[in-house]
């Protein structure tokens, strides 16, 4: 039953991604909404969520709150770190097969800062699922991910470990809207090392990020130790137009 709902949300993206292509909605118009689509397409609304998200995950569309889903312009440029996207999902986007390894999940006392996060008390029980995704079989990124029990429990992060929890928090109607990410130089650890199979003091990005709904709600606290030589990213910076030879 899990590959089948995973193959739907992959089939649908597709299918949504190839219209696009095709101009059957032209960039910058919004599409038909969430429920019209699944209603078309004869399958649960969360299904159809979970489709959309992995198309903004790809750049494809962006969902404007209280306005509905948009195409872009064009597709973010690859590896943007201005686009939110789940690490699945950047594999893939470099000709990779993603995968993961070494995944444990469970209900955790929550960290002081994923407790803050989170808005739940210090040493409460969280839901937890630590893994390293793989990119064509290469270790590249320890990942840890944290959530409230009540959004995810440990047996639902336990069954997507292979899959991405963004396109899971939509099916349960808590699409993320925005993160906020802290990127960190760091060195790997006598664990780290051993995770992802490197040299002690391997040099590696580290990402903290939390997530929220456009509401403001917080349900997903991530920390991603990358391998810095196994990707590059890109930032697209927008402006500042006529201001910046003033600037100048």
Not at 65 to 86: E, I, K, W
Not at 131 to 141: E, L, N, P, Q, Y
Request: one cysteine or more.
């Amino acid at each position: 039953m899990r590959t089948t709902r995973r193959s739907l949300r992959h089939r649908l993206a597709e299918e949504l991604r190839e219209r696009i292509q095709a101009g059957e909605w032209r960039p910058g118009e919004r599409m038909p909404s969430e429920p019209e689509l699944a209603r078309r397409r004869t399958v649960s609304r969360s299904s159809m969520r979970a489709a959309i998200t992995m198309l903004e995950e790809d750049g494809y569309i962006s969902r404007r709150h209280g306005s509905g889903t948009y195409v872009t312009h064009q597709p973010a440029p690859a590896h943007d770190l201005g686009r939110n996207f789940g690490v699945s999902s950047f594999i893939a986007s470099t000709g990779q097969e993603p995968g993961a390894m070494e995944e444990t999940s469970g209900a955790v006392p929550a960290p002081a800062a994923v407790a803050d996060a989170l808005g739940v008390e210090a040493r409460e029980p969280v839901s937890c699922l630590r893994r390293v995704r793989t990119a064509s079989g290469r270790r590249v990124v320890d990942v840890t991910d944290w959530c409230r029990m009540e959004h995810l429990g440990p047996e639902e992060l336990a069954e997507i470990a292979h899959g991405s929890i963004y396109a899971a928090l939509a099916a349960r109607g808590l699409t993320v809207h925005h993160g906020l990410a802290r990127l960190t130089p760091d060195n790997a650890d006598g664990d780290l090392a051993r995770r992802l199979g490197v040299p002690r003091g391997t040099l590696l990005l580290t990402i903290d990020q939390v997530d929220r709904t456009a509401d403001g709600v917080a349900v997903l606290v991530s920390r991603e130790h990358h391998l810095a030589d196994a990707f590059s990213f890109s930032l697209l910076r927008r402006g500042p137009g006529d201001a910046g030879e003033e600037q100048r």
